[in-house]
Each structure stands twice: as structure tokens, then as C-alpha cells.
């Protein structure tokens, strides 16, 4: 007699699966050997990798004395589909529910407050017992000097913000429980800020080194033309949704760029755990058993 079993496993959601990848995932390889066997490319000073790099071809630049090079045609990650905007915005806002661990608060409006732009204020975090949910119906704008409201508590809720326009930044972002932006438009960081410790996915293009002193008309920029500026570190995640909106990389350190990256990006992969009750899914794995 045949009977089915139902296994269901809780995943972070794929967009997540880059944080992981490089411990659990073991690439496709060349015959001429296993990936972990294979030289890198000699680099004598200024070593921009530790860990595994996997292309079809790597410059002495990116060459990887401590870790692994994987050169081969084959030697790229496994594809795996990331969603559109609409879609995440329809699975993990309009289909959620409040629950014990979870609040969902209701959209932001545009003109909160009379307000042309939605001010970080409209975000409160302070109910500590929960994690949070939001959906900001306009541009979102974290302006110089202030914070989200949060619980002067050192432990600080996580929080998942949709923003339906673009998210100008002009100030840093030191909040420590874990915030994801996920962004319809453009992400304008101003040169100023130094720290964003978040996770911040956008649709639109992403841009490290603007001036949003102009609120209305904030410029961009490109690397092309890079902006001086301090260094950048994120605690976090950049992600860009589209390939056609890239991450414009746009500070410069000057001579220093020479020893120091303009932008640091360093990943959480606390992230995995906090947004378990706010950007997870549940899959079902069948399997016949004799």
C-alpha cells in the first residue's frame, strides 16, 4: 500500500538565499578539477576577496589568495527567480495578517501630516513585543538628525517597510534590530551618511553618493563621475530588483580608493532568523513512499 507524506519546510525567501549560498551551495566546475583545487589569479597587494568566486573569467584584480576561484563557463550560481515589486509588495504586505508576532499597520497616505514627502516619523517601532509590517503609499524621506520611533530599549523589533515611491536617505540609518526597504523607485543616499545598517531592495536605480539637500529635485549620480565622499558602510544588503536599474556605485575616497572601498558592503546574515515571522515562506515537498 502506497502512502504520501507531507514535509513542509520553512524558507527564508529567496532573496535572501545570496547570504547562504556561499556556505551550503557547491557550484558546477571544469573537468580539470574540483572548484576548491583550482588556483586564483596572484594578487600581491590590495586583496579585494576572501572566500568563494565563481565566474567564467577573473582578472589578476579579483584574484583570491585565502578562498576558492571557480573560472569556467560553468562555474555560475544556480539560477533562481527573484520577484517584482508588485509581487512582493502583494505577498508579504496585502496577504499578510497581524498576528502575536506580527503587526500589520495600515498604508501610509501620501500628504501624512500635510506632508509632501513621508517623513521616518510615520514608522514607529516602539512596540518592542512585535515585529512590523508597512506600507508607505509615497516618497519616504529620513531626514538629517532624526530616527524612526523605536523603544529606547536596546532590543529593537525588526521591521519590513514597502515604499511605493522613492526612498531619499539623508541621514544615517543606526537602527540595530533589523529593517528591510523595499522600494518601488529610486534609493537616493546622500553623500553624508556614513552607516545604514539595513537590508534595502530597490526596483528602481540605486544611487550611493547624491546631494537631497534639494528635496523636491534631489540629483543622482554616476561612476562614471564619482562624488567625494566619506566611505559608505552598509550592515546589510544592497539588492537591485531590475537589471536594467544597477546599483550606481558613486563615491570616491580619492587617493584613498587606492586601500579602502568607497562603499562597504558588509552582510548580516542575522537576517535569515529576525525576518522569519516577516519575509518568509512555506513550501510543501511531496514524496511517495513505498
Not at 510615520?122 to 523603544?151: A, E, M, V
Amino acid at each position: 500500500m502506497m502512502r504520501i507524506k507531507v514535509l513542509q519546510i520553512e524558507l527564508i525567501t529567496a532573496l535572501f538565499l545570496f547570504l547562504v549560498l556561499s556556505f551550503y551551495f557547491h557550484p558546477a566546475f571544469a573537468a580539470t578539477g574540483e572548484p576548491w583545487n583550482m588556483p586564483c589569479p596572484v594578487q600581491n597587494l590590495n586583496q579585494r576577496a576572501d572566500g568563494l568566486i565563481s565566474a567564467k573569467n577573473i582578472s589578476v584584480k579579483f584574484g583570491n589568495p585565502k578562498g576558492a576561484c571557480v573560472i569556467s563557463p560553468q562555474a555560475p550560481f544556480a539560477p533562481y527567480a527573484i520577484d517584482t515589486y508588485d509581487d512582493l509588495k502583494s505577498r508579504y504586505y496585502a496577504q499578510a495578517k497581524s498576528s502575536a508576532a506580527v503587526t500589520k499597520h495600515d498604508p501610509i497616505p501620501l500628504n501624512y501630516n500635510g506632508a509632501t514627502d513621508i517623513y521616518e516619523s510615520s514608522i514607529d517601532f516602539r512596540d518592542n513585543t512585535k515585529n512590523h509590517l508597512y506600507l508607505i503609499n509615497g516618497n519616504l524621506l529620513k531626514r538629517p538628525g532624526l530616527g524612526f520611533l523605536q523603544d529606547p530599549d536596546p532590543l529593537k523589533p525588526p521591521g519590513l517597510v514597502f515604499v511605493e515611491g522613492n526612498f531619499s536617505i539623508q541621514s544615517d540609518i543606526g537602527y540595530t534590530g533589523g529593517l528591510v526597504f523595499v522600494v518601488k523607485g529610486n534609493v537616493l543616499i546622500d553623500k553624508s551618511v556614513t552607516v545604514i545598517n539595513a537590508v534595502i531592495i530597490s526596483s528602481g536605480t540605486l544611487y550611493t553618493a547624491t546631494d537631497t539637500s534639494n528635496i523636491l529635485n534631489p540629483n543622482t549620480c554616476s561612476h562614471n563621475s564619482p562624488v567625494a565622499a566619506s566611505q559608505l558602510t552598509v550592515n546589510g544588503s544592497l539588492i537591485a530588483l531590475n537589471s536594467s536599474n544597477k546599483i550606481e556605485f558613486c563615491r570616491t575616497l580619492g587617493a584613498a580608493n587606492n586601500t579602502t572601498p568607497a562603499e562597504l558592503i558588509q552582510h548580516q546574515p542575522k537576517y535569515l532568523v529576525i525576518l522569519r515571522n516577516l519575509f518568509s515562506d512555506t513550501f510543501q515537498k511531496w514524496s511517495e513512499i513505498q
